[in-house]
């Protein structure tokens, strides 16, 4: 298994747009993302420098992508 690295909300979202999630609106300091694509969901993805991994672990967690997924898009 590989590491959860250590990303910015904005690098985050970039690597979740080939999922199919796109950016709908920010409320505060949260970026709220939309899948259009079954099964439709929202992501909450904090917009911080640094996003704490169990936060990362989490996002990925809700959207059922492997760390391995998510690692291998740049």
Avoid: C, W, Y
């Avoid at 989490?58 to 997924?69: K, P």
């Amino acid at each position: 298994m590989s590491k959860i690295p250590a990303l910015s909300g904005r690098e985050i979202v970039k690597r979740l747009r080939p999922f199919g999630f796109e950016f709908d609106r920010q409320v505060g300091s949260h970026m709220m993302l939309r899948r259009q694509i079954p099964p439709a969901m929202t992501l909450s993805v904090p917009n911080h420098r640094t996003v704490k991994k169990g936060t990362l672990a989490g996002i990925l967690r809700q959207a059922d992508i492997s760390l391995e997924e998510f690692l291998q898009v740049k």
